[in-house]
DNA sequence: GTTTGCATGTAAAATGTTACATGATTAC
DNA sequence: GTAATCATGTAACATTTTACATGCAAAC
């Protein structure tokens, strides 16, 4: 997917409350943001550097210990209406799902061919790892009201991904002799 | 996701029956296969270059009218072996679905936030439409058990498509006020 | 005759991954 | 002291999109 640098608005996002470092961004994509968007620390040095040159942030070096330097990077002014242009923008379309266990059925013709109980079953053990493991994060994040209010659309994809999961599993069932 | 390179193992999969021309298989993406992935025409044609340079398919060209060259592509032996070893191979990981709504709507922490309405209606209007244009194609192409079992595989996943969209819309409805 | 679709390609640019590279700090 | 983690970057490569480019055939 070549064409929206959507990582440009994460990165903004991610800037906006709270200055971060690249290492503080590189792990929000192993954590949180990894739930549903991935980027390498090689591509976010790059796109901060990037932001940076293009006045959507700032940068400040601060020592950490007595040699290891951070940089520490801060969303401007002009950075944050791009961020809202964004955040008010529709989104227009539809994003298509790459999947390559679903390009693998479709090209088993034979609803008889052995392949298919295979391929459902290690997706049936794939899919309860993952629904369980959104649904601890769910316990973990969002126990109350009070915590659900504070980051709600969080929260709400969450809760989409949880539904998400659950009907894929429903989905194997059926089929799953 | 520049890395493992799937459109190889689709062409060779739309190749494995009948012979086709990069223009034949172009038209797939728009239509069945652009259901769940995409390539232009660009990457379509260079991609098949590569595949008859290393062997896995081979061509023909053939006079269409007068003058008009065509290409046809078929699956080599070797193509098939490698064809049918990818289809073999358990997929492993889940795929990343990414997808910039839910992306917009990370970035809302305020339960009341207005805009949080007016996406989810835009969502609505969206999965809805792609709801029934799904549904239709099932009647089109499966109406009954004789279509199902030619094409078992995409039969399955056309169902898991629409039940995801069906999801998707009951996920919107309880949060759309 | 003019628009739409058929048919095939190349080039440039953006995006993303993997590998290479280095050094500091912390926990054990 | 040594392994893991913190911290930042570059280089090479692969993938994907957008744009450029051309010409024939069919339908109206």
Not at 54 to 83: P, W
Not at 99 to 122: A, G, P, T, V, W
Request: aromatic share 12%.
């Amino acid at each position: 997917m070549a064409q929206k640098n959507l990582l440009k608005y994460i990165l903004l996002g991610l800037l906006e409350n709270e200055k971060k470092t690249g290492y503080d961004l590189k792990k929000l994509f192993e954590t949180e943001i990894g739930e549903f968007w991935s980027a390498k620390h090689s591509q976010i040095y790059l796109e901060l550097k990037r932001l940076e040159e293009e006045g959507y942030i700032s940068s400040e070096t601060g020592l950490f210990g007595n040699k290891l330097e951070k940089t520490y990077y801060t969303i401007t002014d002009k950075g944050q209406r791009v961020l809202n242009e964004w955040e008010e923008t529709p989104t227009g379309e539809l994003p298509l799902n790459k999947d390559e266990f679903i390009l693998k059925l479709y090209f088993i013709h034979d609803k008889n061919d052995e392949r298919i109980q295979k391929m459902l079953s290690e997706q049936y053990r794939l899919h309860t790892s993952k629904l369980s493991h959104l649904k601890k994060r769910m316990i973990l994040l969002f126990k109350d009201e009070v915590t659900r209010s504070k980051n709600y659309g969080h929260f709400l994809i969450l809760d989409h991904a949880i539904r998400r999961e659950e009907e894929y599993i429903g989905w194997i069932k059926q089929y799953l002799q």
